[in-house]
C-alpha cells in the first residue's frame, strides 16, 4: 500500500499485527496503533492493507454531478435534514409568507419574528416523529399489551396538545 493512500485515523490490517489505526504518518513510514502497541511500519514493504471499503472512481459510468447530487441526497437524508419547501403544499394558503412574532415581557428586549413556514416544517416534523414513535411502540416485540397502552396514552397526550396547531394544516388528514 502506497503511503499517499492512507491518512490519519484510517482502519488497516497487517499479516502480523492485524487491525490497527493509522496515528502519524512521515513521508516513508506511518505510524499504525495495533493492539499490542504502537508501530512505526513502511506500508508498501509490511502488506499494510485498508480495513475498510475503498471507492475508485475511474471508469465511472454516471456523470459526475448525479454522483454528487445523489451522494449529497443520501447525506442529506442520513442526517435527518428536511427542506422546509417540502412541506409548505401541507400549509394552509392563508399562512402563506407570513410571520410568527413573539414578543417578551419584558419590553427591553426584542422580539422574535419567524417565517411561519419554519414554524409549521418544525410542527409536521415533530408530527411525523410521533407517528414513527408511535409505530415502533406497536410493533414492538418486547413489550407487553399493557405496556404498550400505558406508553401509547403519553403519545395520545402528546398529539391531543399539538392540535392547537391543526389551523395550519390545509387538509385535515395532515392534522394532529
Known sequence: MK???????????????????VHALTAHAAEVRFREGL????????????AEPQAALAGLTLPLAQLLDQSAEALL?????????????ELASRWHRGRMVLHPADPTLQAKEVPVEVFFHK???????????EQKLNGHPQLSE????ELQQYLTRCYGSMTTFNLLFKEKESQF
Not at 77 to 89: L, S, T
Not at 123 to 129: A, K, L, S, W, Y
Open 3 to 21: 503511503i499517499e493512500a492512507l491518512h490519519i485515523g484510517q482502519q488497516v490490517t497487517h499479516p502480523q499485527y492485524g487491525l490497527g489505526t
Open 77 to 89: 437524508k442520513r442526517m435527518g435534514w428536511e427542506n422546509p419547501e417540502a412541506v409548505v403544499g
Open 39 to 50: 508501530r512505526t511500519l513502511d506500508p508498501e514493504a509490511s502488506g499494510l492493507a485498508p
Open 146 to 149: 399493557a405496556e404498550k397502552i
Open 123 to 133: 410542527i409536521v416534523g415533530m408530527r411525523n416523529q410521533l407517528r414513527v414513535l
